[in-house]
């Protein structure tokens, strides 16, 4: 079997590249990485010493991705992954879809050639931002909770946002491509017979994640809060009682070598996260810093930004009853390892800060 993964020296692609090189032992892995996302490189030299392939090489340029040779699966990890792609200044928003949007067309086009699988890693951002904000919360300590009482709307309990949520735009720029990406994914599995695996993933963590404050928030705030950093609540009233959960990268390593196992059954649209038991807002997360570094003083910025959203929990039933999945690694190991890793790299921040 060969896995071709896009986007390979990012934070998922890598974990993705070395953990599925120890599941699938007699597995071809190989990949592409434009290395726009500073820190990407630092990937690089891991890659090769686990024996996988890494080609330079750009989604949005089919010639790139037709380097790629012939294979069975293809895990799509690139992207400019923020909520604030194309509006931050960084980049353009057509640049945000070229790579989020065009990109994976490219993708898709290189699986119809090649009668490859696709594993598509959307995200949590493809649920409706009016939605969110409408859900029954109350405040609980220092987080935002549900209401048990409340009228939950139809794909959201107190449990989570699942699956069945409303997609309803507005998702954000960066939620959009991923729906469209997602859309088109399932269109050309239809049409020409492909598996296509849609994992909708909540925040993703681990140790060497290229955390920022609009995307990667436990890595980053960990890391920010330890070296000094400027920290900030946005939105809320400067409560920072917003809610996410957290899944560590090797629990969707575990999830997408299950799917690939499980083949052309795998296809559909899954969410992968934490779950209820793995979710933090960031004022405790503050107060975990806090015990673990020393306290330290968070600004406040009470202005609302139009794609914050109260609180996030990825109901992953589906995906746990149809694949016998559960995440292993609590919040409390996701962060002791972030915090170990900040140790030992404690420039990280600095190594991996967008231009
Ligand atoms: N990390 C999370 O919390 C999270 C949550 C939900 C979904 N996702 C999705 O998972 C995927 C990977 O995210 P990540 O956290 O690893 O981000 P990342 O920024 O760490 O990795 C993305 C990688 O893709 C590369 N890249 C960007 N544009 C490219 C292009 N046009 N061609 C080739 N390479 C390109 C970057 O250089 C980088 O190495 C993304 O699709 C993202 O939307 C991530």
Redesign the pocket.
């Known amino acids: 079997m060969k896995i071709v993964i ?8 890598s974990e993705l590249a070395l953990q599925l090189r120890r599941r699938f032992s007699d597995t071809e892995i190989a990949g ?6 500073p820190g ?1 490189e630092t990937a690089r030299p891991r890659l090769r010493t686990a024996g996988v392939a890494v080609k330079h ?4 340029c089919r010639s790139d991705v037709d380097a790629l040779g012939a294979a069975d699966w293809v895990i ?6 923020s909520v604030l792609a194309g509006i931050d200044g960084r980049t353009s928003s057509r640049q945000a879809v070229e ?2 949007l065009a ?1 994976t067309l490219n993708v898709l086009e290189f699986c119809k050639a090649h009668n490859a699988g696709l594993v598509l ?5 493809v649920y409706s931002v009016k939605a969110l904000n409408a859900l029954p919360l109350v405040v609980r300590g220092e987080a935002f909770g549900p209401d048990p009482s409340g009228a939950w709307p139809p794909g959201a309990s107190p449990a989570g946002v699942t699956e069945d949520f409303s997609t309803a735009p507005p998702v954000s720029l960066y939620g959009a491509t ?1 729906r469209a990406s997602e859309i088109m994914a399932i269109e050309y599995g239809d049409t020409f017979d492909l598996p296509v695996v849609i994992n909708r ?5 681990g140790a060497g ?2 955390g920022t404050a609009e ?2 928030i436990f890595s980053y705030w960990v890391r920010a809060w330890a070296s000094g950093h400027r920290l900030t609540y946005l939105g809320f009233d400067g409560s920072g009682h917003q809610v996410r959960d957290a899944l560590h990268a090797e629990d969707l390593a575990d999830l997408v070598e299950r799917q690939m196992r499980a083949g052309r059954d795998a296809a559909g649209v899954w969410n992968a996260g934490g779950g209820a038991a793995n979710a933090m807002s960031l004022a405790q997360l503050s107060g975990w810093c806090a015990e673990r570094f020393g306290p330290r003083a968070v600004g406040v910025d009470r202005d609302r930004r139009k794609w914050d959203v109260p609180w996030v929990v990825m109901d992953a039933t589906r995906a746990s009853d149809r694949f016998r999945w559960t995440p292993a690694v609590s919040l409390a190991s996701i962060l002791d390892e972030i915090a170990e890793h900040h140790r030992r790299h404690p420039d990280w921040l600095a190594l991996t800060e967008p231009l």
Do not use: E, Y
């Open positions: 896009t986007g390979i020296c990012g934070f998922v692609g592409i990485d434009n290395f726009s996302r990407s090489g750009d989604i949005r799509d990890a690139a992207a400019n992954p790579h989020n990109g890693l959307s995200t949590s951002r991923k993933c909540g925040v993703l963590a994640q290229f995307q990667g």
